[in-house]
């Protein structure tokens, strides 16, 4: 039975939020905004689903994290966490919304949210073997208390855009975006979702 790679998303602290109405159209709108980006890669769209919990259905990796990273971005300050499952789906494929579907992928994709919620992560895989704990368990650690400025330079340096164009992004000067370079791991981040994305399409038959 093929693969795919269920997407399980939620706001962290959503009930600390002042204005839950007016946040729930933003973050539906951003939803809609991302699934028109990277829909080549998605059977089930991104879809808001109890509360504020949203979920895909991928048939490929890549640009995953590019996808995650740019969800994060739009809705700063509020943070995201991701749980990822790999596995077989076991009904019919709903590809106008991602609900009423089952299958060991949909298991593990929420095992993992709840994992990551347990343990304050923001990304979390299973079925997860030790490289890939060990590969997302650093960023996790990494990222856990960037600001704006830092999740923008890291997306921007992964769709290869060059100090200049970062600096007229984030509003920073290039000294102060160069300094950020020196200083911060983002080539070691990319390099980590990268890998884990061509992992991840080898167990999809995408390569």
Not at 27 to 45: C, D, G, Y
Not at 91 to 109: K, V
């Amino acid at each position: 039975m093929k693969n795919y790679l269920v997407l399980i998303g939620d706001v962290i602290d959503s009930r600390k939020l002042e204005n839950r109405p007016e946040f729930q159209k933003q973050f539906a709108a951003v939803l809609h905004e991302v699934q028109n980006r990277i829909k080549a890669i998605t059977v089930s769209p991104l879809t808001v689903t109890i509360g504020d919990e949203f979920q895909a259905v991928f048939h490929s990796a890549s640009g995953l994290f590019e996808a995650c990273l740019d969800l994060q971005i739009r809705l700063l300050p509020v943070r995201l966490r991701f749980g990822l499952g790999l596995g077989a789906v076991s009904t019919a494929l709903n590809q106008q919304q991602a609900i009423g579907m089952d299958g060991p992928a949909f298991h593990s994709a929420r095992q993992a949210i709840e994992k990551a919620r347990q343990t304050k992560s923001q990304f979390r895989l299973e079925p997860e073997d030790l490289l890939s704990a060990v590969a997302l368990g650093w960023v996790n650690d990494h990222i856990k208390d960037w600001k704006k400025e830092r999740w923008q330079v890291l997306l921007g340096l992964s769709a290869g855009n060059t100090q200049r164009r970062l600096a007229a992004e984030t509003g920073i000067s290039q000294p102060a975006v160069s300094q950020m370079l020196r200083r911060e791991a983002f080539s070691l981040i990319i390099e980590t979702f990268r890998a884990t994305e061509a992992m991840l399409n080898q167990k999809l038959g995408e390569n």
